[in-house]
């Protein structure tokens, strides 16, 4: 034979699970708005993958001073029409250099 189980819950945890419940459901909602793809996204890829085929560069040299610490450095670009063909610092301390030893 079966036996009756009687189970009694008082309304403070029928209260609280509804609002945890209701809590989950909420963050599920605007997990799933953060995170679904939109289509405004797929435009911007194909826009910059054709911007990509197209650039080019204007050859030149050009040439920036940068403050490293109490160091002028002086950056060198230059430029071909179709690819960057050297990159170099100059001014150079030795300070500089033993701080930043990739920038030589």
Excluded: C, H
């Excluded at 419940?21 to 993958?49: C, H, Q, T, Y």
């Excluded at 030149?60 to 940068?66: F, H, Q, S």
Aim: no cysteine.
């Amino acid at each position: 034979m079966s036996r009756t189980r009687i189970i009694i819950l008082q309304m403070r945890e029928i209260i609280y699970t509804a609002i945890f419940v209701g809590l989950g459901i909420l963050l599920l909602v605007v997990l799933f708005f953060m995170f679904w793809p939109d289509g405004k996204d797929e435009n911007n890829e194909r826009a910059s993958s054709e911007n990509e085929k197209t650039a080019i560069y204007e050859a030149g040299v050009y040439n920036k001073e940068m403050t490293i610490g109490d160091s002028v450095i002086n950056l060198q670009v230059i430029l071909d029409e179709e690819q960057v063909k050297s990159v170099e610092m100059t001014n150079l301390d030795d300070t500089v250099s033993a701080m930043y030893p990739l920038m030589k």
